[in-house]
């Protein structure tokens, strides 16, 4: 679905940011006594007076599954004895045409540095929901062995489906609610300063059920069983081993070094998968830095393979999103294979301090670049989509990213807001 703006677009970016202005100045920083905070909110880390900073902001985001959604949130942020964020809270409440009221929950804890944990608990009126865990530990055998969780449930009805390949038009849209229970575990053990070998396991069940938004066809209406492999459900388990280098200087929010990873999962028939296939994926990025990082000039390229017979169409190589084609929404493209190239300059217009709490300020141009494909060797120029755009970020290092991204795709603009960099 394309995203409509509103005629008088620069009226209305005034207006948004004139509101949260007014909501950044509503703000305040309190010291609390550590009792009246208990663990997991505090830790041996953190004063006996707590610094709790509180931010309230607008919601006010766009996407091109989504649609407009508009809300509030308010942000409450404990620090630790090196004035560090060593908790973040944050409820919010939002209205969505397509999904109503939700609220949700997101939490993000750091006991001790390189441990973290991470929630989010979202409801809403109609259809969608979500309840995640995500725990990454880097902390034993001498800081040489990496453990990360993930466990979910979700479901997201605003799930596109538009065809196979790089043509699939847009009038064959079609919508639908991916119902999912899952996990992703993983153990990594670092060889030396800058390799590792990591393996884990993967686990996804799936259930396709009627989406959210009424006006878009209904998937089940439109294709049949027979052209679309999961179109009913499926379930994945699968292992897999990844080989990584990496030089970076941060992993949550680098400003120099580059990284390269090579992965390898098959889903196997034998561990309850829906199917016998296999996914290879490379990846490498980079980061350059300039006049002490005030320029940071950040690559990446990756390739996705996916063998087999009869493969689940939510499992095969996908392009569109906010950390892929930013010009589109997710799942847009979908083939065997995919090609991708983001090129991105981040610039720090300024560091400003809020509440004590110091953030720098990004602008961030950038140009997506990819396409899906039967397999790297029948790429074909015309099939790539060329993406342009430009993202904003507050970074409050070392943990914290928060992102509005904007990009152009040939079905209009795509806006995004997250947490986190894209890659």
């Known amino acids: 679905m394309r995203t409509i703006l509103p005629p008088n677009f620069t009226a209305y970016i005034r207006r948004i940011l004139l509101v949260t202005s007014f909501w950044l100045l509503s703000g ?3 010291f609390i ?6 663990f997991p909110l ?5 004063d006996d007076a707590v610094k709790v900073v509180t931010v309230p902001l607008p919601v006010i985001a766009s996407s091109p599954n989504e649609g407009i959604t508009a809300g509030a949130l308010t942000a409450f942020l404990i620090h630790n004895k090196r004035d560090e964020i060593a908790t973040l809270l944050a409820p919010q409440v939002n209205h ?3 999904f109503g009221i939700t609220a949700s929950l997101y939490g993000a804890f750091y006991p001790v540095p390189n441990r973290n944990i991470e929630f989010n608990l979202s409801q809403s009126s109609k259809v969608n929901h979500a309840y995640e865990i995500r725990v990454r530990d880097i902390t034993q055998m001498d800081k040489k062995l990496e453990l990360n969780a993930y466990v979910f449930k979700l479901s997201d009805g605003s799930s596109r489906f538009f065809g196979f390949n790089a043509k699939s038009p847009q009038q064959m849209e079609t919508n639908y609610a991916n119902d999912e229970t899952g996990y992703s575990i993983s153990a990594g053990y670092q060889i030396g300063k800058h390799y590792q070998i990591s393996i884990g396991d993967r686990f996804r069940d799936v259930g396709i059920k009627q989406g959210a938004v009424k006006k878009v066809p209904y998937i089940k ?3 049949p069983e027979s052209s679309v492999p999961g179109r009913n459900g499926f379930t994945t388990h699968a292992p897999r081993i990844s080989f990584s280098y990496s030089t970076l200087n941060d992993r949550d929010t680098p400003t120099f070094g580059g990284y390269a990873r090579f992965t390898f999962e098959p889903t196997m028939q034998a561990l309850g998968g829906a199917a016998d296939y296999r996914h290879y994926e490379v990846e490498t ?4 830095p300039f006049d002490n990082a005030r320029y940071i000039s950040v690559f990446r390229l990756m390739y996705n393979q996916t063998l087999g017979d009869n493969v689940p169409f939510l499992e095969q190589s996908i392009l569109g999103g906010e950390t892929t084609l930013r010009g589109y929404g997710r799942n847009r493209f979908i083939d065997n294979s995919f090609f991708l190239c983001n090129l991105e300059q981040r610039i720090r217009l300024f560091r400003w301090e809020v509440f004590n709490v110091t953030a720098d300020w990004e602008v961030a141009p950038f140009v997506d670049l990819g396409a899906v494909m039967e397999s790297l060797d029948k790429a074909n120029g015309s099939n790539f989509e060329f993406n342009p ?8 290092r070392p943990n914290i990213v928060g992102r509005v991204d904007m990009g152009i795709g040939k079905d209009g603009p795509a806006i995004f807001v997250g947490l986190g960099y894209p890659f």
């Open 96 to 98: 969505n045409t397509n």
């Open 389 to 396: 755009g430009i993202g904003f970020r507050a970074i409050v």
């Open 42 to 46: 505090t830790n041996e880390a953190c």
């Open 285 to 288: 990025k980079g980061f350059i």
């Open 28 to 30: 305040c920083t309190s």
């Open 33 to 38: 006594p550590r009792e009246n905070l208990p």
């Open 221 to 223: 209406d439109v294709f």
